[in-house]
């Protein structure tokens, strides 16, 4: 199984993946969406979000922008990161399956500063 989760406000992907107010999750095989589902935002704390991931089995995060000690952790994980998303969740997980979706490498330096994001 393979597990796409799309840092999100309800349907649509958030600008900074730490304050989303919830992940969609969507379960792939044989590069089909095959279940989806929206969790809740457990909290923003240092590390914890892509640690949470993680154990969930997500293989890909999808993001507006998030920040650098994010993307090294998921990195560590081995879990890929697409940046500088946009528009509907379930719209940018099917462009990512068919290898449309491309990251821009959108990394947040200053929390304070959403629209620095360069979403």
Same mark, same amino acid.
């Given at each position: !199984? $393979? *597990?796409?989760?799309? %840092? @999100?406000?309800?349907? !649509? ?7 989303? @107010?919830? $992940?969609?999750? $969507? ?6 969406? =095959? *279940?989806?589902? #929206? ?16 154990? !969930? ?5 999808? @993001?507006?922008? !998030? ?6 952790? $998921? ?5 890929? =990161?697409?940046?500088? =998303? #946009?528009?509907?969740?379930? =719209?940018?997980?099917? #462009? ?6 491309? #990251? ?10 959403? %629209?620095?994001?360069?979403?």
């Amino acid at each position: !199984m $393979f *597990k796409i989760a799309v %840092a @999100s406000e309800n349907q !649509m992907v958030t600008e900074h993946f730490g304050h989303c @107010s919830n $992940f969609n999750i $969507f379960e792939v095989e044989n590069k089909q969406i =095959v *279940k989806s589902e #929206s969790i809740p935002n457990p909290g923003h704390r240092p590390g914890f979000l892509p640690n949470y991931l993680n154990e !969930m089995g997500v293989n890909v995060v999808i @993001s507006g922008g !998030m920040g650098g000690g994010a993307i090294d952790i $998921f990195n560590q994980k081995g879990i890929e =990161v697409v940046l500088g =998303v #946009s528009g509907n969740a379930k =719209v940018a997980a099917e #462009s990512y399956l068919n290898g449309t979706l491309k #990251s821009t490498g959108s990394v947040c330096h200053e929390h304070q500063h959403h %629209a620095e994001c360069g979403v």
